[in-house]
């Protein structure tokens, strides 16, 4: 064999299949709904973040049409060259009224706001003090950064504040970086206690609230709003992926933030834009949640119907507080056959194993949305229920 053989990959491959996770991406055959075609079958889709069901709304499409026909499928350039859009400024002050912050910039995806704006906030000479447990976007945004890096344990107030005075001293910014919501465990960051700890110690917080954008709030307006929090944190990070149901992210902050980002957010400014017709779905989005917390509401009590549904049984949801509902086998392999046999039961529900969470942390995650009804959670509930007696997981 030569070189161009990539032998090394291989046998990473083979190890992966040996290890019983190695897996083929599941092919979406039309909409992610709450049904959906997925490998030539129809399932129950217990894995999608289109939380508010938004993916597929009329009014969205229509939107998304009309701004094409208009405007075109592409924004032509970056916009430091070519300009800004009006409907990428319309976005970005709706989203602005919406979050109740001075400004917003948009990005092409949640991960690329992280790989932006940590760099660009904190240089050599700064200090990111981040939970264990914080997205993988939020870890390669520090690297990019010339700042230093501490974790504190997930969630533990007094070892962050243990991490503070350590470190208080010794760096010019200090910056602390939290997930609202965790996306592996469902759980809520503790961000009261953090913006009193930050304002304590003269620190400075950033929130990645990727999975509570349209969850947590008032109408999904994130989770400074949720604990009350306007004008006390720093930087709020969005994503339009998820529960806006199209794709992209944003920063939200104060104008001099917005306006440095311009100058120094590398993805802003090497990348571009998204297209006329994302722009469009996504300012109608918020428009629909501005109207009512009629889908908020609903995504709220379906999850609390799964999530008492999957208790009940006795199998393992770890600490969930959000929509995001585990079902923790602990072994791989086993979390890899639940997934497995779930789908032969009509449930889609994906796997997540090591290293996405840490050894003898594998489980099947479930995310339920507005669009579910309880017939298909009832559905879902009852095999679990089959598919955890086979596997030992419940009596």
């Not at 002050?93 to 979050?99: D, I, N, V």
């Not at 990005?107 to 992280?114: I, L, R, V």
């Not at 110690?201 to 306007?230: I, N, P, Q, W």
Request: aromatic residues 6%; hydrophobic residues 40%; negative net charge.
């Amino acid at each position: 064999m030569g070189v161009h053989d990539l032998d090394f990959i291989t046998k990473q491959l083979n190890d992966l299949r040996d290890q019983g996770v190695y897996r083929k991406l599941a092919v979406l055959q039309g909409p992610s709904g709450p049904r959906s075609q997925i490998n030539g079958k129809e399932v129950i889709n217990l894995s999608s973040n289109n939380y508010l069901g938004l993916a597929n709304n009329q009014r969205m499409k229509n939107a998304a049409i009309e701004a094409t026909n208009k405007l075109g499928v592409g924004a032509g350039a970056v916009r430091t060259i070519i300009g800004n859009m009006s409907i990428h400024e319309e976005l970005e002050k709706k989203l602005a009224e919406f979050k109740h912050v001075e400004a917003v910039l948009t990005f092409q995806s949640g991960f690329t706001a992280n790989a932006g704006v940590i760099p660009a906030v904190v240089d050599k000479g700064d200090i990111i003090i981040s939970d264990e447990l914080n997205h993988a976007s939020i870890i390669d945004g520090c690297r990019l950064s010339r700042a230093d890096v501490i974790r504190y344990k997930h969630s533990d107030m007094e070892d962050l504040e243990r991490v503070i005075n350590e470190v208080k001293d010794n760096y010019n910014t200090k910056l602390i970086i939290t997930d609202g919501v965790f996306s592996m465990d469902g759980d809520i960051a503790k961000l009261p206690e953090i913006v009193k700890l930050a304002e304590k110690h003269e620190c400075l917080t950033y929130v990645d609230d990727a999975h509570a954008s349209g969850v947590l709030g008032k109408s999904g307006r994130g989770s400074a709003d949720h604990f009350g929090l306007h004008g006390r944190v720093d930087i709020q990070i969005g994503t339009l992926s998820k529960a806006i149901g199209v794709v992209g992210g944003y920063v939200a902050g104060n104008k001099n933030l917005i306006e440095w980002l311009n100058h120094r957010g590398r993805p802003f400014l090497f990348s571009t834009a998204v297209p006329p017709s994302t722009a469009a779905a996504c300012l109608e989005a918020i428009n629909i949640l501005s109207e009512s917390s009629e889908l908020t509401d609903r995504l709220w009590e379906n999850a609390r119907y799964l999530k008492n549904g999957l208790k009940s049984l006795g199998l393992n949801t770890g600490k969930s507080e959000t929509p995001i509902t585990p079902v923790i086998t602990g072994d791989d392999k086993k979390a890899v056959k639940l997934s497995n046999r779930l789908f032969e039961e009509g449930v889609f529900a994906q796997s997540i194993v090591f290293p996405t969470v840490p050894r003898d942390g594998a489980r099947v995650r479930t995310i339920v949305t507005a669009a579910h009804t309880k017939e298909d959670l009832d559905e879902a509930i009852g095999a679990f229920e089959k598919v955890g007696k086979e596997l030992g997981l419940i009596q």
